[in-house]
């Protein structure tokens, strides 16, 4: 990190297309001052064309690392000099640290969401019902996985993807896993202890969506966790506090993202607490 009375920050930021709307750099700039981090974090559009000269632009300019968000997830693997082992797992990379010139892929995705469920219950030995099987859902599938839990039952509406994911956890990772049809309004079985919405069901301007299951198998002391930052009050997670389930709400795993983030580009710990308020701001505009 540069010395306080260095003019030179360190560099961080996002490649993405589309780029404005991403919030995240109002967290992570938030994150930067409460610390007295010497750091910016600049929000890039860069088009599929382009990222191998945004990623070579990067390292050459020293930057400590970068988010890479839609559509780059996948395609940024190919300019990397290493992989993190989960990351690798989940085949998708949206954070990237680049130390000593080489750019090493981590996955955040699945971290953030970890580090929100290790508020409230250890990973280990617990079995999930997960609700949808795209980018959030495979990163989750495999964090969880990798941190012990003992089974993950995938439910989809596309067959096809369900599938796909629940055989890599199954192959690749020691939980169990399987595919389980959405077809009704899905009763959750009765020994599940953890259900997470990684569905984009709920998300900002369609808040009134309502995810497809059985509200009376949600029981007291389950706990919900599901994805969506905005609105983080999303009818699953009001339908579970009303039935008396421990909640965790998409904000958090986004926030946690940032501080993984952070701690990997400049080493510091950052407190999630004004990141968080950073985000409820721009989300209440
Ligand atoms: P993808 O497009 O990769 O996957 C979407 C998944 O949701 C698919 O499994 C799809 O099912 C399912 N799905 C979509 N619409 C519906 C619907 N109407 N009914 C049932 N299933 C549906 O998206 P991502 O996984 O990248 O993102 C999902 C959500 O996660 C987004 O809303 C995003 O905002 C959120 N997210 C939150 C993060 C956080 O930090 N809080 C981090 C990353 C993502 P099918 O296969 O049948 O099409």
């Not at 617990?126 to 995938?154: D, H, K, N, P, Y």
């Amino acid at each position: 990190m540069p010395t306080p009375t260095s003019f030179l920050s360190a560099l961080t930021g996002s490649f993405a297309t589309p780029a404005a709307e991403n919030p995240t750099v109002a967290m992570i700039e938030r994150a930067y001052r409460h610390h007295g981090i010497d750091a910016r974090y600049l929000n890039c559009d860069v088009s599929s064309q382009r990222l191998g000269e945004a990623v070579r632009g990067a390292r050459a300019m020293g930057w400590a690392g970068f988010n890479c968000s839609i559509p780059h997830k996948i395609a940024v693997l190919e300019h990397l000099d290493d992989i993190a082992p989960s990351a690798a797992i989940i085949g998708a990379v949206n954070c990237v640290v680049i130390r000593d010139g080489r750019l090493i892929g981590e996955n955040t995705d699945g971290q953030g969401f970890l580090a929100s469920l290790r508020t409230v219950i250890r990973p280990a030995g617990q079995r999930l019902v997960l609700f949808g099987a795209g980018g959030a859902a495979r990163a989750i599938a495999v964090e969880t996985a990798l941190a012990g839990a003992r089974s993950i039952t995938v439910v989809n509406r596309d067959p096809a993807a369900g599938e796909e994911l629940a055989t890599l956890i199954a192959t690749r990772t020691r939980a169990a896993a399987t595919y389980a049809r959405w077809d009704r309004a899905f009763p959750i079985p009765a020994d599940t202890d953890i259900i997470v919405n990684a569905t984009p069901i709920g998300l900002f301007p369609d808040t009134a969506a309502h995810l497809d299951l059985n509200t009376d198998s949600l029981r007291p002391g389950l706990v919900v966790a599901d994805v969506i930052p905005n609105p983080p009050r999303t009818h699953l997670i009001r339908d579970a506090e009303a039935r008396g389930c421990v909640t965790l709400d998409g904000l958090g795993m986004l926030v946690n993202q940032g501080v993984l983030s952070i701690k990997l580009w400049t080493g510091v710990q950052v407190d999630p607490g004004p990141m968080r308020e950073a985000l409820k701001e721009v989300f209440e505009r």
